[in-house]
Antibody
Framework: EVQLVESGGGVVRPGGSLRLSCAASGFTFADHAMSWVRQNPGKGLEWVSGINWNGGSTGYADSVKGRFTISRDNAKNSLYLQMNSLRAEDTALYHC??????????????????WGQGTMVTASS | EIVLTQSPGTLSLSPGERATLSCRASQTVSSTFLAWYQQKPGQAPRLLIYGASGRATGIPDRFSGSGSGTDFTLTISRLEPEDFAVYYCQQYGSSPITFGQGTRLDIK
């Protein structure tokens, strides 16, 4: 079964750090670009960051640029998001998502055909 | 950044009726890199349409997508009870990737 399972969420004080992980199974992880997408409870979807198949190309939303770092380990079939200098507005459910078809030469963007259930991040004092 | 505006915000229809959801972009979406997703409470989004009109694997043919440039439409030909959910459009042709704010499809 094709599956993405996120972990690493939790409650952290503003200014703190968290590292999210996403474990992939059921498909060849190295064949796909990946992304993180977040959703505030009861709100819409916001793309956070994307990475191409080998980690050589990445992209970030302006709201997280300079604070968050996306990475991957194809040998471990895993995607990561290092989140530093967390703010209250970063509070959300964080999904990892598999890119089905990528766009652009850097190929970290695309549509998402497989989603994980998400891990909740709460930045609150 | 390309802003996607979905309309209406809420659509109230009955099973068996036709639903037409709109997604308008603030700039041209490159090469029809436009997708639609369905999300039900407590679930992750599910891909319905990619490339503006391509139906994802396992999606019933009552779902169809159309449009190009700045105007895109998701049509559900005959609503089934399981179709009542929130629908999002997404553009992935330009950075950053952006989503519309969603259309809630309610049972009338």
């Amino acid at each position: 079964e094709v599956q993405l399972v996120e972990s690493g969420g939790g409650v952290v004080r503003p200014g703190g750090s968290l590292r999210l992980s996403c474990a992939a199974s059921g498909f060849t992880f190295a064949d796909h670009a990946m992304s993180w997408v977040r959703q505030n409870p009861g709100k819409g979807l916001e793309w956070v960051s994307g990475i191409n198949w080998n980690g050589g190309s990445t992209g970030y939303a302006d709201s997280v640029k300079g604070r968050f770092t996306i990475s991957r380990d194809n040998a471990k079939n895993s995607l990561y998001l290092q989140m530093n200098s967390l703010r209250a507005e970063d509070t959300a459910l964080y999904h990892c998502a598999r890119v089905q078809f990528c766009s652009g030469t850097s190929c970290y963007r695309g549509n998402f055909d497989i989603w994980g259930q998400g891990t909740m991040v709460t930045a609150s004092s | 950044e390309i802003v996607l505006t979905q309309s209406p915000g809420t659509l109230s229809l009955s099973p068996g009726e036709r639903a037409t959801l709109s997604c308008r972009a603030s700039q041209t979406v490159s090469s029809t890199f436009l997708a639609w997703y369905q999300q039900k409470p407590g679930q992750a989004p599910r891909l319905l349409i990619y490339g503006a009109s391509g139906r994802a694997t396992g999606i019933p043919d009552r779902f169809s997508g159309s449009g190009s440039g700045t105007d895109f439409t998701l049509t559900i030909s005959r609503l089934e009870p399981e179709d009542f959910a929130v629908y999002y459009c997404q553009q992935y042709g330009s950075s950053p990737i952006t989503f519309g704010q969603g259309t809630r499809l309610d049972i009338k």
